[in-house]
């Protein structure tokens, strides 16, 4: 009983230290205060002013745009990589695929800047944004799509071919229903890296174009309004809602890949 | 014309040659089993029937037309998969139309020969199931259906009874015999289990590193095997070492150390003076209580040290007064009576002179 009472003790700790915080900027978003120090009523007018807020309004299309443009090229990207690894086991793919992964953010922001800068002489903006959210996204595909077929049993791809299907055929009608799973939960994956990502995009943004993560953290250099907590618990759902999605689609393959 | 030929096939994996210069015909509505512990390159030689696998040297005809370069799809023949191999996100019956979609058929023939074929492998009420919704043996039997809905020249099955129990697995040869008659589909068979290749074939090829020891069929597989990889291979055998003293057409003179002289039938030509072993099986050897008929013609005295009551029949080892080991078979037939020695018991070992077969080193 004991040992149990402890265990519990500790998840709760745990659960709090993660959720308390998100509680408090969520409450908050709802107070009827413009300082974030005690609670006076509750309102929901933050959110309306959000809505007046055309630069905010302008970085949350950017983000969105960003992320459904990049997790589409990366989840085409991936899925075709993480077959690849899966079939063919190329000695370099690997690295390539997975170092964006593995790498420091603050790294990969760094070396794609001086990329795209000194490298390849490009104006930073929406394309450089978007060629970076590709680059870490990708990885993150290959991996739940590599582990969905890592858990297959091979000869049913050898028994399509053997009864009579083209190598095309296979993959529409065998491999791609059996990995649309992966698929789908490693685009929400990239859709959640990308409309949260800020140290990269913060790099490689250049100063025309700003993301929401960006815009939030402008606002926050002046003070932490309660605008600030209206538009973080509306990112925040999103997020969630994406990942409970992506857990539902493919939650075996994800397990694997963490 | 044989349906399929295999001509002086050759494959290499690295310095491994899995496959050395098989050469074999398979009839058109046979039976045709490749048997060989595993390793001996029989799912090689299955493989590239299928065409996942190409020879290094030699030909495959099928029909008399070469198989060289054409690829798994266009060939008309279908694999039963060790693994079943079904597709679990179709149903049983889109795992049995698939086939016929690849091969481009109406819906209506689909749809006819789907219900046919669920009929022919008695899944009638399973149609609808999802592969992981069976039990083995109905998975067993999708995976038969799938492989012969498209009525393809040739089936291969490799391995497939291997991951079903005995019980499941002795019902399942009798169901593969009758299906294979019914629809008159060629069979190419994989295992290395004897038995079962016995049980169900037409024909048997043993297969050892990589060549076939003896291709024939099963009766004479087991009475007159070639060599002494073949005859301890398939079933039990007594080996006694001797040599040639005397060959005529009638029979065998052999001298083996310890025991004396034996008589043993001829099987093809031996030459007088040859080393080599009398192979007899433990069914042709008959023990009685007589230990003192010993220095009769193919009589020799000896000891029980073990018996096996197996029910139907009792196997007996009786070691011989020169230390030979030997197996003999006793049916249990007498009414009553299931057991006639003891350990200990002294007994005499006795067989005919035209049992057996004399295999030269």
């Known amino acids: ?92 793919l690997p690295f390539l695929v997975l170092t964006p992964v593995a790498m420091p953010e603050i790294l990969l922001g760094v070396s794609l800047l001086l990329f795209f800068r000194q490298v390849l002489d490009l104006t930073l903006g929406l394309f450089s944004i978007l060629a970076a959210h590709i680059t870490f996204s990708l990885g993150f595909v290959a991996i739940i799509v590599r582990a969905r077929l890592a858990g297959m049993d091979e000869s049913i791809f050898e028994a399509a ?24 939960a490693g685009f929400l994956m990239s859709f959640t890296l990308s409309i949260d990502d800020f140290v990269i995009t913060f790099f490689v943004a250049g100063v025309g174009v700003t993301t929401l993560p960006l815009q939030i953290y402008s606002l926050i250099k002046v003070a932490v309004t309660p605008e600030v907590n209206a538009i973080s618990t509306l990112l925040m759902a999103l997020t969630l809602t994406l990942i409970a999605l992506a857990l539902r689609f493919a939650p075996e393959t994800l397990r694997k890949s963490a | 014309m044989a349906l399929l030929e295999i001509r002086n096939i050759t494959r290499r994996f690295g310095s491994l040659e ?57 060939r008309p023949v279908h694999t039963v998969f060790q693994s079943y191999a079904l597709f679990p996100h179709l149903t049983v019956a889109g795992n049995i139309a698939f086939p016929l979609e690849m091969a481009g058929r109406s819906r209506d023939e689909i749809r006819r020969r789907t219900t046919e074929t669920l009929a022919l492998v008695h899944l009638e009420d399973k149609g609808d199931a999802f592969p992981h919704e069976l039990s083995g043996g109905q998975k067993q039997r999708v995976a038969l259906a799938r492989g ?76 007159t095997p070639k060599n002494r990889f073949v005859a301890d291979f398939i079933g039990t055998i007594n080996l006694i070492a001797a ?65 096996l009551f197996l029910g139907d029949v009792t196997v007996y080892k009786v070691r011989l007064d020169n230390g030979l080991l030997l197996e003999a078979l006793a049916t249990n037939a007498g009414p009553g009576r299931a057991r006639f020695h003891e350990i200990g018991d002294r007994v005499s070992v006795e067989w005919r002179h035209d049992a057996g077969v004399f295999l030269p080193d």
């Open chain 1, 1 to 92: 009983m004991k040992r149990g009472f402890w265990l519990w003790a500790a998840g709760l700790a745990t659960y709090a230290f993660l959720y308390v915080p998100l509680a408090v900027v969520v409450l908050f978003s709802f107070n009827d205060s413009e300082l974030n120090a005690s609670w006076v009523g509750f309102t929901t007018r933050w959110y309306g002013k959000l809505l007046g807020d055309a630069d905010l309004l302008q970085a949350a299309a950017n983000s969105l745009l960003i992320a459904i443009v990049s997790s589409t090229i990366a989840t085409v990207l991936g899925t075709m990589a993480g077959i690849a690894l899966h079939r063919w086991r190329p000695p370099l």
């Open chain 1, 161 to 184: 071919r053997d009864l009579g299907a083209t190598p095309w055929r296979t993959f529409t009608r065998v491999t791609f229903p059996l990995i649309v799973p992966g698929i789908v």
């Open chain 2, 18 to 74: 899995a496959v050395k210069d098989v050469t074999l015909d398979i009839e058109a509505g046979e039976f045709f089993t490749l048997l060989g512990p595993s390793g001996c390159g029989k799912t090689t030689i299955l493989r590239m029937i299928a065409g996942f696998d190409a020879p290094d040297a030699g030909e495959l005809y099928l029909d008399g037309r070469p198989l060289a370069g054409m690829p798994p799809e266009k």
């Open chain 2, 148 to 223: 012969l809905v498209n009525k393809p020249r040739l089936l291969l099955l490799d391995e497939p009874l291997g991951a079903l129990d005995a019980k499941l697995r002795e019902r399942m040869q009798g169901e593969l015999i009758a299906l294979q008659r019914e629809v008159g589909v060629t069979f190419v068979f994989v295992t290395h289990a004897q038995q079962e290749a016995l049980a169900l074939s037409h024909r048997i090829a043993v297969m050892n590193e990589g060549r076939i020891e003896q291709l024939d069929v099963p009766e004479a597989l087991y009475s």
């Open chain 2, 243 to 307: 040599a040639v003293v005397e060959a005529s057409r009638h029979g065998l003179r052999l001298a083996a150390p310890g025991l004396g002289e034996i008589a043993a039938p001829v099987h093809g030509a031996v030459a007088v003076g040859s080393n080599g072993a009398l192979a007899i099986r433990p069914e042709h050897l008959r023990i009685s209580g007589h230990a003192d008929r010993a220095g009769l013609k193919n009589h020799f005295a000896g000891a029980v040290v073990e018996y």
